[in-house]
Each structure stands twice: as structure tokens, then as C-alpha cells.
């Protein structure tokens, strides 16, 4: 089976998104064109090395830029908006279609190297959980139109699980160090397993230095600082690498504050184990994870209230699921996030996914602005809907 | 008839010294034709195979490619040239000789900075602070990207260095380097170090094949004098 479509599947694939188009526009979604071309650096910066190593990255011919062809049309679509709407707070629903590109190598239709997204992206609304829940309902909408009959719908909600730790007393940097991990179940365990054991989990050749900070009764800042620069003096090293002194001198006096602070208790650990656990049909998780919010306490409890707020309004839909441990691999997304999945050609593939990334336009240098939005794989979509 | 094949040895420096002498030592005389620079030579020892003097990583895309049959090269350069090695080429006999270890290293100056887990939280740091990613300077991007995926440093971005990458730090180009080091001298002349746990790949020359040849008696029979030699060593 060749990558390139036929003429005939071709042919279906254009009215396929076209019929999705229409109804995009027809829910006041204005249909917008942005660049193929798009500098690298922004998708690199958001996405880091992982997405790279699927982006088809060149210079320009003067040499002076890096250009990338986009791997998908989000971030192109956030700049956009940026670059023409008078005033970038203001509500904006934009759709497109048009090619995305992401390197996989593989003689495979499925995953061809340049392939047709459409979607849309959902700016300034004011009700984030009526955005959300219309935004999946579009989707749905979308994929049922190109006649997919089961579409299986995945959720998650990475927002969740920032609550539940903001609920528990710990040092804010131990909430990063869990949260950055969220992604890697493994390591995210390991983590919170070495927070709740007395030791320190081991020596690195960094230890000397924090023993000198932690054997001070009271050494702050000032003591962390004065450290690494005598320490730079006597060896002679020179600063680089773009980190200050302060901050060098922070995270030595965050490890040896580490060994003081009193480790997490059993109870944490299980509460937070047992938040993870959670994964099954959408409204049978609603009331495990109102058990967990009355567990562990009020920042908690307002995001379960908004889960459940937004459950009412989603579609009514038997096939819905949810995990707590459910994130998408753009590491943009920071509330409802949704992936669908399907079967095509015998193989279980992802025709689309969406939902919030509430960062992402002040991240481009733009003002803080609600988003969400979603994007469909249409070749997958053709092919899982039985029309290739 | 058997086929004719295409061993390649590298061209210049100790590795071609090494190269050369291993195999004379288990039999195979190996000789340059034409003068003394030229690309082609003669192996004695086994039958209808002919000798290619290549760089150490053109043998690595030539064995990618086919052009070649088999070949001495560094283990760093097969690994990050063929994207599924097993598939394409085999590591038939480590060589024992040019060893260099892959190395993730950092300025010394980041004095709270041991691990691999603390980049993974110093790049999560670095980004929020001044909304960029750390970049590492490498001629390695595979090596990289598996080896970071491995220990769950995402944040990061590769910035291909072709050479001198132990200058990219202190030259603003990078924040860190991935390279390959014998002893380490370059990276502490250099003010940096190597992580903890940031060895990568222990590299040395290795003969390689691509796959389908190793049924070849005449590969195995080389494979099988090369290690009855290395054995004595």
C-alpha cells in the first residue's frame, strides 16, 4: 500500500473535508489560511526536542532563518490571531484545513509523512467549561459526518492533578518536580515515593556542597550564594551556560532544605495513588474523584466542581472514558484535553484530539487569553470511516 | 561463485593503524592499490573481497546505504547513523581498541547540577525563567534524543555541532553538550564534566556486516580468526 492516496481516495477526501468545513463555518467559525512556512523556533520552544525530531527543519536560503513545514496548525493558528485581530482578547473562532507535516519514514498511509488537517481553535470565550464541552461536541459532530460510526473518545484533564497537589501541604518545589512528571507514570512514582522516604535517595557528586548548606543552622540565600561564588573562585570556573549564580546557589539550598523537610505520609502518598488509579467511564469517575476532592480539600474541590460542571455538558455519549493519568504528548495543554480514536484498516489510530491550552498565546508573546481547540488526522479519518 | 565483497577499513590515523594490524595478526594482509593513498586495496587471506579506505563515518552511511559489505568502525557512529541498526548492519566483533565514551556534559559551574534528573529539573527551570529551551550542542542527535527520552529530559532542544562542540557553552552557543571523550581532558580544559549517570555509549571499533551477508562462511570464518586473536591479547 502506497502513502499517496488514489485519485478516487483523493476525491473522497476532499468532500469528506469539505462537508466538515461547512459545517465548521456554519457554528461561526471563519474559515482562515495560515503559512506552511513557519519559523522554527516557536514550535521548537513549545514543543521541545520530541516534536522536533518529527519536523521537517531547514534554513532559509540566505541563511539567516530557521523555518520549519508545521507539524500541525495550532501554533500557527495562534499567531495568526495575534498578528491580525485588533485586540487579541477578543472572542475569535477560526477554522482550517490544509497540509501538516511530521516525519515518520514509514511506507504507511497511516502515518504518512504530509497528510491534511482540519480543526479549529477557539479564542477569548467566556464559559471555559461550555467552551470545552462544544468544542468535543464539534468534534464528534465532525468525525460522525465523514461517517465513522464508533468514534472512542479518551479524556483527561491535566489540570486535575495540579489541584489535588496545590490541596497538599507540601514545598512548591516539590509540586513541580511531581507535576513535570505527570507524563511519565514510572518516574512520576519514583518521585513521589523518594518524597515520602526519610533518605535522601543517594550521593551524587553534588552532595559535598549541599552537606556544607545543610550542616549551617540557618543558611539562606545570601549563605547559598556566598557559597557557589567561593567555590567558583577557588576552582576557577567560569559562569556559563546561561544560569546565574542565584540560581545555582537556589537549588543547592532547595536540596539541603530537602533533607529538613519533614518526608510526605502514607496517607499523601495513597491519596495521590489513588487519584491516578482513576480511569473508566466518564460519569463513574466523576464520583471517585468527588471522593478524592473531600479527601483532600479546597483547591481540589473547586476542580472536581468544575469537572462535574463541564460533564453536564458534554455530549451525551455511551463511549466516553477518562483517566486521570491521561495527557497528550504536545506538552501545551494545561485543562480538558480529548483524544479519538478508531479503527482503521485493522489498527486502532488516533483521528483527532484537542482541548485547553489556556498558556499558549501569552507563551507567542501575546496577551493571557482562554483557548481550546482541536485538530482531525482527515487520511485516517477517510481510512477508519471505510471510505479508503 | 560467492559474491563478491566489499570490506571497508578506515583510511587514516591509529584507527587504520590498529585496523590493519589486527587483521594482519589473524591472517589477512591487507595492501594498498595503486600508490600509497589510493582508496582500493587487496586482502589476502580471503577469497574475492576487495578492500575500501573510507573515514570512519563514511564506512557507517556506506554500510546504511549497501555500499558495503562490512566494515571497521566506531560502535557511537554505526549507532547514530542507522536508524534500526539490527535491521541494516550487525555488530560482529568488538575490536578492542579506539575507546571513547558518548558523554552528556555540563559546565562545571553548575555546581547543583549531578544528574541527569537534575538537568531534566534545571531545563524545566530554564524554560520557565527565560521562556527558552536548554539547547545541547552534539553531532549526536539520535544518541541524544534516545537517551534523554530514556531519562525524561523533554525540555531541550539539539543544535548541530559539527566540530569543536566542547567550545558551544562557553561560545553562547549551547547550554550543554553531548560528545564523545577518551579522557575526559578536552571537556575539563573546557571547564565541563560529565554527568554522574551521563555516559551514554561506551564506544570502541567494531567490525560490522550488514545482515545479509552473515550467513557467509567467509564472514563467520573472519569473525571466528578476529576473536581467536583478540582472546590472546
Not at chain 1, 154 to 169: E, F, H, K
Request: net charge negative; charged share 25%.
Amino acid at each position: 500500500m502506497p502513502a499517496s492516496l488514489t485519485a478516487a481516495q483523493r476525491k473522497a477526501l476532499q468532500a469528506q473535508n469539505r462537508a466538515i468545513m461547512e459545517l465548521f463555518e456554519s457554528r461561526g467559525f471563519e474559515h482562515i489560511r495560515p503559512r506552511i512556512l513557519q519559523p522554527a523556533d516557536v514550535f521548537l520552544e513549545k514543543s521541545g526536542e520530541d516534536i522536533r525530531s518529527r519536523t521537517f527543519l531547514f534554513t532559509d536560503p540566505d541563511g539567516q532563518q530557521e523555518l520549519c513545514l508545521r507539524p500541525d496548525l495550532t501554533v500557527p493558528t495562534c499567531r495568526y490571531h495575534l498578528a491580525v485581530a485588533e485586540d487579541p482578547r477578543r472572542e475569535a473562532k477560526y477554522c482550517y484545513r490544509g497540509p501538516a507535516f511530521r516525519f515518520h519514514g514509514m511506507n504507511d498511509p497511516l502515518h504518512a509523512d504530509e497528510f491534511e488537517q482540519v480543526g479549529l481553535e477557539w479564542f477569548g470565550h467566556g464559559n471555559a467549561a461550555a467552551a470545552d464541552a462544544e468544542v468535543l461536541a464539534l468534534a464528534l459532530e465532525a468525525v460522525r459526518l465523514a461517517g465513522l460510526v464508533r468514534p472512542y473518545v479518551m479524556t483527561g484533564d491535566p489540570g486535575l492533578l495540579r489541584a489535588l497537589l496545590d490541596s497538599i501541604d507540601m514545598p512548591q518545589r516539590w509540586r513541580r518536580r511531581l507535576f513535570m512528571r505527570f507524563r511519565r507514570p514510572e518516574d512520576f512514582r519514583a518521585t513521589l515515593h523518594a518524597m515520602a522516604s526519610p533518605d535522601d535517595g543517594g550521593r551524587t557528586s553534588a552532595s559535598n556542597l549541599v552537606d556544607r548548606l545543610a550542616e549551617a543552622a540557618e543558611a539562606g540565600t545570601e549563605e547559598a550564594v556566598a557559597l557557589v561564588e567561593r567555590e567558583l573562585e577557588t576552582r576557577g570556573l567560569p559562569l556559563v551556560g546561561g544560569r546565574k549564580v542565584e540560581d545555582i546557589a537556589q537549588r543547592l539550598l532547595e536540596k539541603a532544605q530537602d533533607r529538613r523537610t519533614p518526608p510526605l505520609s502514607r496517607e499523601t502518598v495513597a491519596l495521590v495513588e489513588d487519584f491516578l488509579a482513576i480511569s473508566g467511564p466518564m460519569h463513574t469517575c466523576a464520583a471517585e474523584l468527588e471522593r478524592i476532592a473531600e479527601r483532600a480539600g479546597a483547591p481540589m474541590e473547586r476542580a472536581v466542581a468544575a469537572f462535574t460542571e463541564r460533564l453536564a455538558l458534554l455530549p451525551e455519549d455511551g463511549g466516553m472514558e477518562f483517566a486521570t493519568g491521561f495527557g497528550r504528548s504536545f506538552d501545551y495543554y494545561t485543562g480538558f484535553v480529548f483524544q479519538i480514536e478508531a479503527d482503521a484498516r485493522g489498527r486502532s489510530v488516533t483521528v483527532g484530539g484537542g482541548g485547553r491550552y489556556d498558556d499558549m498565546l501569552a507563551g507567542l508573546g501575546g496577551p493571557d487569553v482562554p483557548a481550546c481547540g482541536f485538530g482531525l488526522h482527515t487520511e485516517r479519518l477517510l481510512m477508519a470511516a471505510g471510505g479508503a | 561463485m560467492d559474491r563478491r565483497l566489499v570490506i571497508a577499513l578506515p583510511s587514516k590515523g591509529r584507527l587504520m593503524e590498529k585496523a590493519q594490524a589486527l587483521f594482519a595478526r589473524a591472517g589477512y594482509d591487507i595492501s594498498r592499490i595503486g600508490h600509497e593513498r589510493g582508496y582500493r586495496g587487496a586482502i589476502d587471506g580471503m577469497e574475492n573481497a576487495e578492500v575500501a579506505f573510507l573515514s570512519a563515518s563514511e564506512i557507517a552511511h556506506h554500510l546504511r546505504e549497501g555500499k558495503i559489505d562490512l566494515g571497521v568502525t566506531g560502535e557511537d557512529l554505526l549507532r547514530e547513523n542507522i536508524a534500526r541498526l539490527e535491521e541494516t548492519a550487525q555488530i560482529l566483533t568488538p575490536l578492542g581498541f579506539g575507546h571513547a565514551d558518548v558523554v552528556v556534559a555540563v559546565p562545571e559551574s553548575w555546581l547543583d547540577c549531578a544528574t541527569m534528573t537534575d538537568l531534566e529539573e534545571i531545563s524545566e527551570e530554564f524554560h520557565a525563567r527565560h521562556g527558552r529551551r536548554l539547547r545541547v550542542a552534539t553531532k549526536y542527535l539520535r544518541l541524544t534524543r534516545r537517551f534523554f527520552a530514556r531519562r525524561g529530559v523533554t525540555g531541550y532542544r539539539t543544535v548541530v555541532s559539527l566540530g569543536a562542540t566542547e567550545g558551544a557553552p562557553a561560545a553562547g552557543m549551547a547550554e550543554l553538550i553531548v560528545d564523545i571523550t577518551s579522557t575526559g581532558s578536552t571537556l575539563r580544559a573546557n571547564h565541563l564534566k560529565v554527568l554522574d549517570d551521563g555516559v551514554i555509549l561506551r564506544s570502541q571499533a567494531v567490525l560490522a556486516g550488514r545482515t545479509n551477508i552473515l550467513a557467509d562462511p567467509r564472514v563467520q570464518d573472519m569473525q571466528a580468526r578476529l576473536a581467536a586473536v583478540l582472546k590472546t591479547d
